[in-house]
């Protein structure tokens, strides 16, 4: 008899559950799953945020590719992820687009493709993401992904130092790692790229930095270039 009335009183707790859910608009199911989530309790959290990401809310969608990217409450499934990364990124949520960048570039639940990572970091950089940015610089400076580029990479690196100066962002370091390569005529032409990518966007910048440059080269073509810093060194 005690058994039964447990049974019954955990099947009425699951109906005012599912009940209270389906009552709860897009931002009350977010802030919902964030306390099942901060209590270690993933499965009530990655319920609530699949219920939120079918309804096509982007951080909802965002959330569950974390959760199945991390192992959290789910089967770790890196294809999984990237799926949900993608939903998110699509509609334009930037964490979603830098994380699906880094799968990209680590070929996690994807190909492994340097293009695309750089495609995906551009659009959350756009976005004023200081990781994207720094991730975005580091490309241009090795060359993956993008036409290698010391000048962009270093306005990257200067305008993700200036979005978030923590210990935890490299870009300050990397900054100065790039600086060591640099004549002082083009850490200067470095700096007033990275005050155009924060006035005009990191995407608007880039492409009228590359066209200037592209004219200039074409305006001296009976002269030779020696030592062109900007020349592109790899694609891929």
Known sequence: MAEKQTDDSRKALEVSYHQ??????????????????N?????AAIKIWRKAADQGNAPAQHNLGVMYDTGLGVAQDYAQAAQWFRKAADQGF??????????????????????????????AADQGDARAQTNLGVMYDTGLGV???????????????????????????ARRI??????????????ALSQEMASKG?????????????????????EPVINDPFAPKRTE
Not at 178 to 191: C, K, R, S, V
């Open 94 to 123: 930037a964490q979603a687009q830098y994380n699906l960048g880094i799968m990209y570039y680590n070929g996690q639940g994807v190909a492994q493709v340097y293009a695309q990572a750089a495609q995906w970091y551009r659009k």
């Open 147 to 173: 036409a290698q580029n010391t000048a962009i990479a270093y306005a990257l690196f200067n305008l993700s130092a200036g979005e978030d100066s923590s210990s935890e962002n490299l870009a300050t370091e």
């Open 202 to 222: 990191v995407s608007v910048a880039i492409d009228g930095y590359l066209n200037r440059h592209k004219k200039s080269r074409h305006k001296n073509t009976t």
């Open 39 to 43: 209590e270690g309790n993933y499965h």
């Open 178 to 191: 790039a600086a060591t390569a640099m004549p002082e005529t083009q850490i200067e032409l470095a700096q």
């Open 20 to 37: 209270q859910v389906e009552q709860l608009t897009s931002n009350e199911l977010l802030d919902s799953a964030l306390r099942y989530y």
